[in-house]
C-alpha cells in the first residue's frame, strides 16, 4: 500500500461568503478553487495557505443551497492552524469580529502556545504558535 496525504476537511457552513471572508481575510487563507452545482444544490469552495498540488491541505467549505445552520455534533473537535504570532493574529480575528473562546497562553503542563477561535458556523479552530 502506498503512501497517502491528507487532501481536505469538509465542513458545512451556512452562509458561504461570510465563511470565505473569514478564512481568508482574518485568517489569511487563499481562496484556491470554487465549484457551484445547481442541480445538486451545492457549493463548494476549497480555502488554504498554497496550493493543493504543492501537497498542502485544505478546508472544503460546502454550502448547501437553502441551509443557513448546522447542529454541531459531539464527536468533531478542531481544526488547527500555525501561525507565527499568536498574540498579533487573535487581535486581528478579534477587531474583524471573530469570537476568541482561549485567550493565547501555554497549554496546559506545557509550553506550546495556543488559542481557540471560533469561524462564524461556530467550528473551533486551535491557534498553534509557530515562531
Known amino acids: 500500500m502506498s503512501q497517502g496525504s ?30 457551484d452545482v445547481p442541480d445538486g444544490k451545492y ?6 495557505y498554497a496550493e493543493e498540488s504543492t501537497g498542502a491541505a ?6 448547501n443551497y437553502g441551509t443557513e445552520q448546522y447542529e454541531m455534533g459531539t464527536a468533531f473537535g478542531h481544526l488547527a492552524v500555525g501561525v507565527p504570532d499568536i498574540y498579533a493574529t487573535c487581535d486581528k480575528l ?31 479552530i486551535e491557534l498553534i504558535e509557530r515562531k
Open 43 to 48: 457549493t463548494l469552495v476549497f480555502v488554504g
Open 94 to 124: 478579534r477587531a474583524g469580529g471573530a469570537k476568541i473562546t482561549r485567550e493565547p497562553g501555554p497549554v496546559k503542563f506545557g509550553t506550546t502556545v495556543i488559542a481557540f477561535v471560533e469561524d462564524p458556523d461556530g467550528y473551533k
Open 58 to 63: 485544505a478546508v472544503e467549505l460546502t454550502y
Open 6 to 35: 491528507l487532501l481536505h476537511t469538509m465542513i458545512r457552513v451556512g452562509n458561504l461568503e461570510r465563511s470565505v471572508e473569514f478564512y481568508t481575510k482574518l485568517l489569511g487563507m487563499k481562496e484556491l478553487r470554487r465549484r
